[in-house]
């Protein structure tokens, strides 16, 4: 991409209405913008973020065995009367009424709908397990919109939901959720702690949330240090096998959410391996059994000829809060840390005297060079001040920044810049190229 024909209004103020660093700088990027309360247009660059976000959570669902698809945003709220959330979801749903008076919404989360779904196609034991998701915008009509995209009203979410014959199938779903939203958050290049959260009625020990420690965070959380250093398992981890042990070592050391928060048992945690903190719910995957096939209908007929409410499960994940998570978790003074994974970019190519014909020149090479090598490249053609483009290339925090001027040229240098260390040296451009990653 040539900036000079890209759109990246990036805003030379600091932004007054934005309380937290990831809503300061994602305005300031030019990634997005505030339409009303908690609603967000995303512009191009904070898109290619989200999209890549979205890339890697579906990419883990699809590994641990998930099937996607796509439901409305809007919903009939006859679902929602069946199940008998409809009065009790209160206003945190949006409700609608369309042009023939029938009672519509647009839905905060799927349960009703992927249940009626699953109830008009799937009859037999032998069509389980199975789990279906979606990556989708929703909407809820929170009493505080704050923090950007953090805390929307509309927002984008991945929700998966498993359907399962009994207590121990569903089990092994949940541990697949369990293991892939390690894989996930790792890759996103983010230490996320399971943490046990409530689990409402239902009960048991299959509610876990994913946590991001950061002091902005929302919720207050408790746990052991060691679990900030526990291994992730490796792309090789077979989900057909028995996932227990991963899950039962991940579990067996104390994180809890403030609502499940237990005194007694943190104290038993030796005292310099306690946490206490603040944290960002960026997941939370939750074990309800018949909670809605029950009042649904939603039955599979078993081995034996019974016809029984089938066991699910939801799960969630937070793509767009994730975008905020990112950067209050790698940033700094100057902007974004991107971690390569969801870079906007991979690498830029700086052009330190537009016009100047050996740098033009030079620059041109390495922009193509980059692509041809598959790096989503940008290209800062502008005819901006140096330090201006350096202040932008961190700013939106693209990982290589290879800056290309006429005086390194005259002995044949480049200078390659890493955001994340800061580190610059200056190279041959064949050099520069091979360090790119
Ligand atoms: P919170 O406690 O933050 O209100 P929740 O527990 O209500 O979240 P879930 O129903 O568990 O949310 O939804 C799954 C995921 O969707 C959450 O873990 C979170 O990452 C994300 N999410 C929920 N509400 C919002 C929101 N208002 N804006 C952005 N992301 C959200
Ligand atoms: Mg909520
Ligand atoms: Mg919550
Ligand atoms: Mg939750």
Same mark, same amino acid.
């Given at each position: 991409m040539r900036l000079s024909r890209y759109f990246l209004p990036i805003l030379k103020e600091t932004p007054k209405? =934005?309380? @937290?660093v990831s809503h300061r700088l994602m305005l300031r990027a030019g990634m997005m913008r505030q339409q009303a309360a908690g609603i967000y247009s995303w512009l191009p660059l904070g898109l290619k973020v989200l999209r890549k976000i979205e890339g890697i959570v579906r990419e883990e669902q699809n590994r641990a065995g998930a099937l996607e698809m796509l439901m409305p945003t809007v919903q009939p709220a006859d679902l929602w009367i069946e199940s008998g959330r409809y009065d009790d979801y209160g206003k945190e749903m949006l409700r609608i009424r369309d042009r023939h008076d029938r009672s519509m919404l647009y839905g905060p989360t799927n349960e009703e709908m992927i249940t009626e779904i699953f109830r008009s196609y799937v009859r037999s034991f032998? &069509?389980? !397990?199975l789990n279906l998701y979606h990556i989708q915008w929703k909407f809820r009509d929170e009493v505080r919109p704050r923090f950007g995209v953090m805390r929307g009203r509309e927002f984008f979410m991945k929700d998966a939901y498993s359907f399962d014959l009994d207590m121990e199938s569903a089990r092994r779903a949940y541990h697949r959720m369990f293991v892939a939203y390690l894989r996930t958050f790792a890759r996103l290049g983010m230490q996320a702690i399971p943490m046990k959260a409530d689990s409402g009625? @239902?009960?048991? *020990?299959m509610s876990h949330e994913f946590i991001v420690l950061a002091s902005t965070g929302e919720s207050g959380v408790f746990c052991h240090k060691d679990l900030l250093d526990m291994p992730v398992p490796g792309e &090789? $981890? &077979?989900? *057909? +096998? *028995?996932?227990s042990p991963i899950v039962d070592a991940w579990t067996s050391l104390y994180a809890a959410t403030d609502e499940k928060h237990d005194e007694a048992a943190f104290a038993a945690v030796p005292e310099d391996r306690r946490i206490a903190a603040r944290g960002i719910e960026v997941g939370h995957i939750f074990y309800f059994g018949t909670k809605y096939s029950d009042p649904m209908n939603a039955k599979v007929t078993t081995a034996d000829g019974q016809n029984v409410p089938v066991h699910m499960g939801s799960y969630g994940i937070g793509v767009s809060r994730l975008v905020g998570a990112i950067i209050e978790a790698s940033h700094d003074d100057n902007g974004i840390i991107w971690p =390569? +994974? $969801? =870079? !906007?970019?991979d690498a830029a190519v700086v052009n330190l005297k537009q016009g100047d014909d050996a740098t033009d020149a030079m620059c041109e090479r390495l922009y193509g060079e980059m692509r041809n090598a598959g790096f989503d490249a940008l290209y800062d053609d502008t005819d901006q001040r140096a330090g201006a483009k350096f202040a932008t290339m961190d700013l939106i925090g693209v990982p290589w920044q290879v800056v290309v001027g006429p005086k390194g040229l005259a002995s044949g240098e480049v200078e390659l810049k890493n955001r994340a260390t800061g580190e610059r040296v200056s190279l041959t451009p064949e050099a520069a190229m091979n360090r790119l990653e």
């Open positions: 209405e =934005a309380e @937290i032998r &069509d389980l !397990p009625p @239902i009960g048991g *020990d &090789d $981890v &077979d989900f *057909d +096998s *028995d996932l =390569a +994974s $969801v =870079a !906007p970019f």
